[in-house]
């Protein structure tokens, strides 16, 4: 599989879940902490799966505007809200599942539908990345 590169992003981590990031142009700098629920202190601080949330989520909304736009279909709001969760794999390890929520608010439902299967098959390199890889379940409310 071949991509043309148009945009590199860089991100340094020390100290793992309990240390911090930093992208190389200081626009990202912040603390980790590791949640409660996986027996660390939780606290005001982000996690990975934050982190992973917030970019699938992002990405994929920017998808269904791009499909819409080729399509010549208007949107005038619309929200991705990514559930991201971690947890052991019966193979043993780590894993993660992703649900993302999807809505368009004035559209017919199966135009919401059509845009948002279109984005995750087609469009979104998060979704071309996880597939096969990550359970992620797709909804339009």
């Given at each position: 599989?071949?991509?043309?590169?148009?945009?590199t992003?860089?991100?340094?981590?020390?100290?793992?879940?309990?240390?911090?990031?930093?992208?190389?142009?200081?626009?990202?700098?912040?603390?980790?902490?590791?949640?409660?629920?996986l027996?660390?202190?939780g606290?005001?601080?982000?996690n990975?799966?934050?982190?992973?949330?917030?970019?699938?989520?992002?990405?994929?909304?920017?998808?269904?505007?791009?499909v819409?736009?080729?399509?010549?279909?208007?949107i005038?709001?619309?929200?991705?809200?990514?559930?991201?969760g971690?947890?052991?794999?019966?193979?043993?390890?780590?894993g993660?599942?992703?649900?993302?929520e999807?809505?368009?608010?004035?559209?017919?439902r199966?135009?919401?539908?059509?845009?948002?299967?279109?984005?995750?098959?087609?469009v979104?390199p998060?979704?071309?990345?996880?597939?096969?890889n990550?359970?992620?379940?797709?909804?339009?409310?």
């Amino acid at each position: 599989m071949s991509v043309q590169v148009l945009y590199t992003a860089q991100v340094t981590a020390t100290g793992g879940r309990e240390g911090s990031i930093k992208s190389n142009d200081g626009n990202l700098d912040v603390r980790l902490a590791l949640p409660k629920a996986l027996g660390g202190p939780g606290g005001e601080a982000t996690n990975p799966e934050q982190l992973f949330a917030a970019g699938y989520a992002a990405c994929f909304e920017s998808a269904i505007r791009h499909v819409a736009r080729s399509q010549g279909i208007k949107i005038d709001q619309s929200a991705v809200t990514a559930t991201v969760g971690v947890g052991p794999r019966a193979a043993g390890g780590f894993g993660l599942t992703v649900a993302l929520e999807v809505s368009l608010p004035g559209l017919e439902r199966s135009v919401a539908e059509a845009l948002t299967e279109t984005a995750h098959t087609q469009v979104c390199p998060y979704s071309h990345a996880t597939r096969g890889n990550i359970d992620v379940a797709v909804s339009v409310r």
